[in-house]
């Protein structure tokens, strides 16, 4: 059966300091994925997705990044975050149209 | 861009009162998906409708796509404690599997025994 891995499962990291948040998703190949963040309270941004190795298709700007080194491996990235970048963080996966999603990261930047 | 409209923003409902929430798009959507988030987790998928004027139902719950395709509801009788959470839709304006999914801004419901 197809699952979607992420992680960490909550992150407390300093301002300016990097990010890297990790989803794999097993049972499938070439896989749609997503990348959505929800602010406190707030509905789902879509930030990140990508159809395939190396497609990235970018939603709004921002100051994140995102990676697909492999068919079922999508990673979010910064550089240096901003206290405005706290929030949960979904992985998804997209299948004739339904969406799974991974248990999210809660990020806290303090 | 394309995104769905969906109100209220916040729902307080008695137990045993019914409730609706409402989806909208400016544009003609290909499919609508509804979703299930409690407190603290991922949101969990519910539903689809693809058919203009679709109605389905889930026990409680039921759920219609508009004749236009472009506006959708969600519809809770005799709301249970168990119904708290955010609900959400989320459209899809093109058939390819590759198609983006928005999601809209969410229904959070609080329900008061």
């Known amino acids: 059966s197809q699952t979607i891995h992420q992680w960490p499962a909550t992150l407390v990291q300093p301002v300016g300091s990097p990010l890297s948040l990790e989803c794999t998703v097993e049972g499938t190949s070439n896989p749609n994925l997503y990348w959505y963040r929800q602010a406190a309270g707030r509905g789902l941004q879509l930030l990140f997705y990508?159809?395939?190795?190396?497609?990235i298709s970018s939603e709004v700007p921002q100051n994140l990044s995102a990676s697909r080194p492999q068919d079922r491996q999508f990673i979010l990235s910064s550089k240096k975050l901003l206290l405005s970048d706290s929030g949960f963080y979904l992985c998804a996966w997209l299948m004739n149209t339904e969406a799974f999603f991974g248990q999210g990261t809660r990020l806290t930047v303090v | 861009g394309q995104q769905v409209m969906q109100i209220p923003q916040y729902q307080h409902v008695q137990e045993g009162e019914d409730f609706t929430t409402y989806c909208n798009s400016s544009?003609?959507?290909?499919?609508i998906q509804w979703y299930k988030q409690r407190p603290g987790g991922h949101p969990v998928f519910l539903i689809q409708l693809v058919k203009s004027g679709e109605v389905k139902k889930q026990k409680r719950l039921t759920f219609q796509f508009g004749e236009a395709k472009k506006n959708s509801s969600l519809h809770i009788t005799a709301t249970q404690t168990t119904d708290v959470g955010t609900y959400f839709c989320?459209?899809?304006?093109?058939?390819?599997?590759?198609?983006?999914?928005?999601f809209g801004a969410g229904t959070q419901v609080v329900v008061t025994p």
């Open positions: 544009t003609t959507l290909s499919n």
């Open positions: 990508s159809v395939g190795i190396g497609q």
């Open positions: 989320a459209g899809s304006w093109t058939t390819d599997s590759w198609g983006k999914l928005q």
